[in-house]
């Protein structure tokens, strides 16, 4: 089983990697640009014109799965052509085998793309909704609670190497404080692994928990993450209300495509919501939908990841950028990950998977040569056994058929 993975919002597109690659697969990327309709060409272009949009991210990492399938498909026909006639099975397509699909936050959305269930188009166009969703809310949150514009949400990236769990040891200390009516807006937003996880609130709210912090955590390390557009990411207190909204209007969408009316899906998404894999669309949406305003449980991937029921053992981490590729190589020791991002790495990957079948191939046609000189060594055996001076076959050796 292979792994799937696509990253979330927080990684913006480096143009000078995406341009390199487009320009060295350019017949891919043509081929690619005419599969996804008219208005795939003014995507690409509003890709390099805003790099870090939600939308783009999604396109993005949506067209390096799409190359992918694309150079997958094209190593496989070459082997093919290069066996020789005696050499029985074809090898598989390696995008072709049995995957499970992980996105970090608006990865899950990318996710769900990949199970065609809606165009290039509408999956920016969702991308987008969500991202202006939560300013909305964000906003009605400050009014509601007559909290002064000029107040900041804020994300600051926690790591600490003795924690035992600090997603759950923070989550702790946060419900603690609430009790005591501080720390009303903060969250944990994303628990990318035992020993880190990220917070969102308000910056009065995070400043309060500062000291809380190093009491509990003496080698704690805070990042205060940039945050251009002020929104408290996965924090339920504030954007809750996202939910309804998100999931009709892609519901909407899925109308619009005809798979409303599907029910299982073709590659099943570890969900960032509580880690389960789900089969089926409306397992899918509700879930993804619920994640968007929820805790990103990656801990809780990794279980089933590193679970030998689903027997990964390999995971493509899809661009931009390398970040789960990197959270998967330290957190899944038993999977070998790898990275798919620049021309360098995608000419990797195909450059040891294109090795990795001919050595196949190198070793079937050896067994197939052995079991020819065996069987040539055993008939010229029994035509020894049969040879002798008087040419009369011994009882002991006739042989009935």
């Known amino acids: 089983m292979r792994l799937i993975t696509f990253p979330g919002q927080g990684t913006s597109i480096s143009i000078p990697i995406l341009k390199a690659l487009i320009r060295n697969k350019s017949k891919q990327f043509q081929t690619i640009l005419n599969q996804n309709g008219s208005n795939s060409n003014d995507l690409l272009k509003y890709i390099f014109q805003n790099p ?37 099975p074809p090898q598989q397509n390696i995008a072709d085998q049995d995957s499970l699909l992980l996105g970090h936050s608006l990865g899950e959305l990318t996710c769900l793309s990949i199970n065609n269930l809606f165009k290039l188009n509408d999956l920016f166009k ?33 790591s600490s190497p003795n924690a035992i769990h ?3 040891q923070v989550n702790d200390l946060i419900t603690s404080l609430r009790i005591n009516k501080n720390a009303q807006t903060i969250q944990v937003a994303n628990a990318n692994s035992i020993k880190q996880c990220v917070v969102t609130g308000l910056v009065e709210d995070l400043e309060s928990l500062r000291i809380e912090l190093h009491l509990d955590f003496p080698r704690l390390r805070i990042t205060e ?17 996202i939910q ?30 509580d880690g389960s894999v789900s089969r089926f669309l409306h397992h899918a949406l509700e879930k993804f939908v619920k994640s968007s305003s929820n ?47 620049s021309l360098t790495t995608v000419n990797a990957f195909h450059d040891y998977h294109n090795a990795k ?38 009882e002991e050796e006739v042989h009935l058929e």
């Not at 993450?225 to 209300?241: E, G, K, Q, S």
């Not at 190589?329 to 070998?336: A, F, L």
Request: glycine share 4%; with cysteine.
């Open 126 to 158: 969702i991308a987008n909704y969500r991202n202006d969703l939560m300013i909305k809310y964000t906003e009605k949150y400050l009014v509601a609670h007559k909290i002064n514009h000029s107040s900041k949400f804020e994300m600051w990236a926690l």
């Open 52 to 88: 870090s949009s939600p939308g783009s991210i999604a396109v993005c990492a949506n067209l390096y799965y799409q190359l992918y399938k694309i150079l997958s498909h094209e190593s496989s026909i070459q082997n093919d052509m290069n066996k020789e006639t005696k050499v029985p």
């Open 357 to 394: 079948q001919q050595q196949s191939q190198q070793s079937q046609e050896a067994k197939g040569d052995d079991s020819g000189r065996k069987q040539n060594d055993h008939d010229h055996d029994h035509d020894h056994d049969h040879d002798h001076d008087d040419g009369i076959v011994p």
């Open 166 to 168: 600090l997603p759950n």
């Open 295 to 341: 805790t990103v449980q990656f801990t809780k991937c990794y279980e089933t990841i590193n679970n030998k029921a689903f027997q990964i053992n390999d995971a493509v981490c899809f661009g931009p950028g390398n970040v789960i590729f990197n959270l998967i190589k330290r957190n899944c020791q038993n999977v070998t990950p790898f990275e798919y991002s």
């Open 225 to 241: 993450l940039t945050n251009p557009n002020n929104i408290p990411f996965h924090n339920d207190t504030i954007l809750r209300p």
């Open 244 to 273: 309804e909204p998100l999931y009709d209007f892609i519901w909407n969408i899925l109308k619009e495509n005809g798979t409303t009316i599907v029910t299982e899906l073709q590659h099943g998404i570890i969900t960032n919501l």
